[in-house]
Each structure stands twice: as C-alpha cells, then as structure tokens.
C-alpha cells in the first residue's frame, strides 16, 4: 500500500495549525508537484468527457473502460512495458469492442450493448488477475492499479497525461455541439444528417482514453469518482448546459487537489479520499436540489388574481393567434 | 363546410405549369422493403408546396417509413423520391422534423430552450462559446430567433424547466418548436398528436395548421387518428399494405375507402355543420370534433 508519510515526524497533528508551512513542504517534493499535475489534468478531461458520459447515460461504459485498464497495465507491466501505456491500450481496446456492438435508439441494443459490456469487463477482470500473478502475484501489486496511488509519477508520464489530455480534449471540443445534439435527440439529429453512429463511436474512444488517464490516480475501480460524480452532482445543481458542464469540471478538480492533500497527510489511499469528496459532493448536490425543488412545488406566493393568461397556457392556444 | 384557405402564392396552377420540381414532395413507384418484407411498394404520391397533408393508415404499415424515406434515412430498395426538388437527405434545414414521441427521461437535466436552440445550430461542428448572445450577431440573432419561435408555440413560461419535468404536450411544443427554429419549407411530423389529450390535440393541430397557412410551409403529419386534424387537411394519404391512396379528404375519407383500407368497419359521419368525423377507425376515441368549434381560423 502507498504510504505517504510528512517530511518529519515532528510535524505531529500540525496539519491544521501551520497549514501554510505544511502545504510549502507539501509542493516542495517532487513527487507531489507531479501528483497534482498529473492530477489536475486527468481531472479536467474526466469533468469534461464525464459530463458527457452522464448525460449519455454510459455509466456502464465507462466503468467497464476503466477497468479493463487494469488487466492492460498489469500485463504491461508483466511484459515489462510502461504501466502507461497498459493503461491506454486496455482501455481503447475495450472501446473499439462496445462501439461494434450494434447500438441505435431503441431499448433493445442498450440491453445488448450492456449485456456485451458486462462480459468483457468479467474477462478482462479475470486477465488483470492472471496477469498479476504471472508477474509476481503479491498484494501490493494489485492496489495501486485498482485503488489508485500518486506515488512515482514522473515527469515523462505528466507530459504522456499532458499530451493525451490535449487530445482528448480537442476533439472533444470539436465533436461537442453535435455530439451533444445526438445525446438528447438522436432522432432528430439523424434526420439532420448528424452522424450519431459515427459520434457515438468517436465517444467511446474519447471515453476509452479518459478512463485510461483517470485510472492511472484513483485505481481502475475508482475511475468513477472522477468520471461520473462531478458530472452527476453538477446535472443536480443546473440544468443549463454550459454552466453544468464547467462546473463538472471545477469539482472534479477542487476534488482531485483536495484529496492529493488529504492523501499526503494521511496512511490511506488518494482513491479513498477522491471517492469519498466526490460523494459528499454528489449527495450534497442532489441534497440541494430536492430541497429546491420541494421550495418550488410549495403553493406560490403569487397573487392569486387570474389576470390575462401567458401565452403558454397548456390549452389555451389557436392557430395564428 | 370547411373552412376557406387562403390562396396560396405556390398553389397547384403554378406547380403544374413548373413540373415536377416545384413539388414538394414527389414518390415515384417507391418501394421499401426491410429484411426481406415488403414495407410499401408501388407508391406514387405527390404534394403540393404548402398542402397540409395527413398521412393515415393502421398501425405497423410504414408511415413513419415514408417520413423516414423522405428525410434519407431510410433508402429506397426501388423507385425514386425527390423533397423540395432533391434527392432525400440532400434538403438539411429546409425539413424540421419531429420524430414519433420520444419521452424525454424525467431525470434529463436539460432545460427545453436548449433542446429548441440545437435545431439551429445542432449540426454544427464546435462548442458553442459560452456568452456568445453578447459577442457575436450570429449568435444573438439565433438567441433572438429562439425567443420567437417559443412565443408562437406558447412555449415561453416552461421553456426554461428540464425537458424531462414538464407535461407531454408542453414537451410536444418544444420539439415543434425546435422543428420550426430554423425556418424550415417543410415539417414532417410524426405522430404529433399521440398521447396527448384531447385540448392538447386539438391545440397542436391547430398550431401546426396555423404555421402551415401563415408561413406557407408545407407540412405532412402522420396520424392514427385522423379526427382532430380532419378539418385542416388539404390532402390525405392512406397507407394501406397494397400501397397508397391520395386525394382531397371528401374523396378519401368515404366509408367504403376507409372501410377497406382497415379491413374493418368504418363510418364516415357528417356533423350538422357539414364536418366529417370518422367513427370505428382503430384506436381512435369516437368524438373529438366538437373540439375545434372553439378555434378562431
């Protein structure tokens, strides 16, 4: 398990009490800068594609994605490649495999599509296993992959983090509109010559790639904290999409580097304190939101005079009125 | 009697003189077939620019096929069709569309003046940039345009809720609204009209044929129920399994026509003011007539 223990012992339970001289021997390590870069990044594209993937509903997806990480660079690092890559050539093999499966509209391919999905993140599981054990077969070789560590991440995998991040992100924004479109309204975007097949493929590999850049700080299994938790409580939060879309992002990184800094000053894993953020924000969120909706459905405060209906009125409206 | 149209600039007198291409719509000997059925075959149909159109049939007979057909998302396997003189799919925003129904998932935190703003710009490649209203004339006239189309629908006051939390007919003008944004020539509508209450329907209709007579877009609604639009309809086409049949509703809508098309009994009634209503079609609710006596035309 990755400890990360204070500089010096003497600093004792003074996390509190000099927190400026605490964050100064924080940032002081290199490791730790690396941390929260890396961090920052892979938090910004998991906002930004986990927005997305909310809104798409392919939770499922994702998870499996991330996953599948694991096997890839646990047999990575058995073959005696970089974990990093491990990571991305899981991840966006397992994204070519769910975008074959034939997906439209209809009920029917979703079931089948998550049907595939449930089977291969079974199978890669079970590789990620083997592969483990091939290599050596000792705990701590599993953790680090399933539940994440910010220890040892060097500048060249910042830069490979860096680099992926820009990627993603690009093409993310040059799909966005459309792929947008085609999430809340596949129909009509299809009827507008939208090429939701060839978007929803494009997606899954954008997702591939994030899953493989997230897994890399919270764990394989922990993908979803990043993925999915910023994104869900940010949908509570508003329903404009512009504004829920940067403020998944803003959690998602206000999580990541508060939780770098729980992790530093603590025995327990950063994927821990990422999961844990992001749920409190989550329930939070929607803590909020029903509390605003409850405010809302209360009688109105309105005065009660029925002056001239707004235009709206459900079935009050003619033709060329 | 029904109620006198307007003339219209592009009636049927210049279509004719103009050919082909000033149809609207043109099918000729069209057949679609789907793993191995034969969905219609030997349809031949046209419409006039500005017609209001009903497309009528049983359930299961391809009318959405042939909505489909014309927006290019479904090929033919035979024959030829042409929307606004091209060939299908080549006509982009010059079709608004509206789907069967979709349900939005009540938990779909997007807000309905969004879903209606993708109808012009949803295509394109990009991100919106955000605050553009105040940056750009492009995208302040597209904000402006929005406004205006959720005014006509009466959409205004519920525009700004998640899609998903308001009621069907409310849902129902967002997606007309959003089929109208862009200034289309044409709506292709389907089932516009379905699972909706009898005010709704008869408000929808209503609106739908307003637009059609005041803008002189051309539109064709799909429809099991033919009651609600029947006093609006400059056209019907019946699909039946052998094929098509078009014409003025006086011609179509007859008992034996109608009786035979659904292989079932159905009666043709004319109310005291000489409106028609059809009793007996399948899945229909007998009276819903007396609903658009309410309507200023």
Not at chain 1, 222 to 231: H, K, R, S, T
Not at chain 1, 242 to 250: E, M
Not at chain 1, 278 to 305: C, H, K, N
Request: glycine share 12%.
């Amino acid at each position: 398990m990755p400890i990360a223990t204070p500089g010096t012992p003497g600093d004792g339970p003074g996390v509190t009490m000099a927190v400026g001289i605490d964050l100064h021997q924080m940032f002081g390590l290199h490791f730790m800068v690396n941390a929260y870069r890396a961090g920052t990044i892979v938090a910004v594209v998991a906002g930004a594609v986990g927005w997305f993937m909310v809104l798409r509903r392919q939770s499922f997806a994702g998870h499996t994605l991330a996953v599948v990480s694991f096997p890839g660079a646990a047999g990575a690092v058995w073959l005696g490649l970089s974990a990093t890559v491990g990571y991305f050539a899981g991840s966006i093999a397992a994204a070519v495999v769910i975008a074959l499966v034939p997906r439209s509209s209809s009920g029917r391919a979703h079931s089948q599509e998550s049907a595939v999905i449930g089977t291969v993140q079974a199978f890669a599981l079970a590789c990620g296993v083997l592969f483990v054990s091939l290599y050596g077969g000792f705990l701590d070789g599993v953790t680090g992959p399933l539940f994440g560590t910010f220890l040892g991440i060097s500048d060249g995998q910042v830069v490979t983090l860096g680099a992926a991040a820009v990627v993603v992100l690009a093409v993310l924004a040059a799909l966005g509109r459309p792929l947008f479109f085609a999430t809340v309204d596949a129909d009509v975007a299809g009827g507008r010559r939208v090429p939701v097949r060839g978007l929803s493929v494009a997606f899954l590999l954008l997702l591939g790639c994030t899953a493989a850049e997230v897994s890399q700080i919270t764990g394989a299994l922990l993908v979803f904290a990043l993925l999915v938790m910023p994104a869900a409580a940010a949908q509570q939060l508003t329903a404009r999409p512009a504004v829920s879309f940067l403020v998944t992002i803003g959690l998602a990184v206000a999580v990541t580097w508060l939780s770098l800094g729980a992790a530093f000053f603590s025995v327990y894993p950063v994927g821990f304190y990422v999961s844990t953020f992001g749920f409190t924000v989550y329930v939070a969120a929607a803590g909020w939101r029903a509390l605003s909706e409850r405010m809302q459905a209360r009688p109105p405060r309105r005065s009660p005079a029925p002056s001239a209906p707004p235009s709206g009125a459900p079935s009050g409206l003619t033709a060329g009125a | 009697m029904r109620p006198v149209r307007p003339v219209r600039p592009v009636g049927s007198a210049s279509a004719a003189v103009a050919g082909p291409v000033r149809r609207a719509v043109r099918f000729d000997g069209a057949a679609v077939r789907l793993g191995g059925r034969t969905i219609w075959s030997n349809v031949d149909l046209e419409v006039g620019p500005g017609e209001f159109v009903a497309v009528l049939g049983p359930n299961g007979v391809g009318k959405s096929t042939l909505i489909k057909a014309m927006l290019g998302i479904q090929p033919l396997s035979e024959g030829r069709v042409t929307v606004l003189g091209r060939p299908p799919g080549g006509s982009g925003k010059d079709i608004g569309y509206l789907p069967q129904r979709r349900n939005f998932d009540p938990n779909l935190r997007v807000r309905g003046i969004d879903i209606v703003r993708l109808g012009i710009d949803g295509d394109r490649w990009g991100l919106p940039f955000p605050g553009g209203a105040s940056l750009f004339a492009g995208s302040r006239a597209a904000r402006q345009r929005v406004d205006e189309v959720l005014e006509l629908v009466g959409a205004t006051s519920f525009a700004r809720r998640p899609i998903g939390r308001v009621s069907g007919g409310e849902q129902q003008r967002l997606l007309i609204a959003q089929a109208l944004v862009h200034n289309p020539k044409m709506l292709l509508l389907d089932e516009p009209l379905d699972s909706l209450d009898l005010p709704n329907q008869s408000a929808i209709a209503g609106l739908v044929s307003g637009l059609s007579d005041e803008y002189g877009i051309t539109v064709l609604i799909v429809a099991h129920d033919v009651n609600p639009i029947l006093s609006y309809l400059d056209r019907v086409v019946y699909v039946a399994r052998g094929g098509t049949v078009s014409g003025p509703p006086e011609q179509v809508i007859t008992s034996e026509t109608l009786s035979a098309l659904y292989e079932t009994p159905i009666e043709v009634l004319r109310t005291s003011d000489g409106r028609m209503v059809v009793v007996g079609q399948p899945e229909a609710p007998a009276h819903h007539a007396d609903r658009h006596t309410g309507h200023p035309r």
